[in-house]
């Protein structure tokens, strides 16, 4: 059964880091392009960061260049996201997901707030 579980999330004051994590089960994250998304409240579901299976290049949103960085652990099989320098305006429900298996975790809330 394919399952991505996402962990790491909470309430962090602006310019501080977090880093989430998407552990997968069912499934080998090196086989696959990996997807991290965000949705704040009212706004449509946004995609932040991608890598891809082989060579694991990267893309990132334009609000999140340079500050997030998404990256992949073969070994324990799991994707994460370290995010630096958080704004308010990352305070988000974010969420893992493999678009080829069409598989989504079921969210993680981030609140970036003094």
């Known amino acids: 059964q394919v399952q991505l579980v996402e962990s790491g999330g909470g309430l962090v004051q602006p310019g501080g880091s977090l880093r989430l994590s998407c552990a997968a089960s069912?499934?080998?994250?090196?086989?696959?392009?990996m997807r991290w998304y965000r949705q704040a409240p009212g706004k449509e579901r946004e995609l932040v960061a991608r890598i891809t299976s082989a060579g694991g290049s990267t893309n990132y949103a334009d609000s999140v260049k340079g500050r997030f960085t998404i990256s992949r652990d073969n070994a324990k099989n799991t994707v994460y996201l370290q995010m630096n320098t958080l704004k308010p305006e990352d305070t988000a429900v974010y969420y893992c997901?493999?678009?080829?298996?069409?598989?989504w975790g079921q969210g993680i809330q981030v609140t970036v707030s003094s």
């Open positions: 997901n493999c678009p080829v298996l069409g598989s």
């Open positions: 069912g499934f080998t994250v090196s086989s696959y392009a």
